[in-house]
């Protein structure tokens, strides 16, 4: 499985922006996907997940009432939605693959160690 994100920028404060995750290979329907972030100094963090179907999602604490995950699979796509954004939300976004049998609890959604595949990020700057 191979994952490319995309859709990231430099923009100003409040504004808000959208993040496509792409994947190729393997069974896109066969994986949960996860968004994480990592700013400069500091560790990965969890943003929001999803499950395979599109019917459950999970929000990290920087999501919550800002940020919506979605997935279309018969694009192979998933989304990252982003409003009201702020400059501590400048970072680069990954977005990951695990594989949907192992996704058994919230806690385990947002472990970086859960997902198998992860695409290269995509930079946001988010200026005040």
């Known amino acids: 499985v191979q994952l490319q994100a995309s859709g990231g920028g430099l923009v100003q404060a409040g504004v808000s922006l959208r993040l496509s995750c792409t994947s190729s290979?393997?069974?896109?329907?066969?994986?949960?996907i996860g968004w994480f972030r990592q700013a400069p100094g500091k560790e990965r963090e969890f943003v929001a997940g999803?499950?395979?179907?599109?019917?459950?999602?999970y929000d990290g604490d920087s999501a919550k009432g800002r940020f919506t995950i979605s997935r279309d699979n018969s694009k192979n796509t998933v989304y990252l939605q982003m409003t009201g954004l702020r400059p501590e939300d400048t970072a680069v976004y990954y977005c990951?693959?695990?594989?949907?049998?192992?996704?058994?609890?919230?806690?385990?959604?947002?472990?970086?160690?859960?997902?198998?595949?992860w695409g290269p990020g995509t930079q946001v700057t988010v200026s005040s």
């Open positions: 999803v499950s395979w179907s599109g019917d459950v999602t």
């Open positions: 990951a693959a695990a594989p949907w049998t192992r996704i058994g609890s919230v806690a385990v959604v947002k472990r970086r160690e859960t997902y198998d595949y």
């Open positions: 290979g393997g069974t896109f329907s066969d994986y949960a």
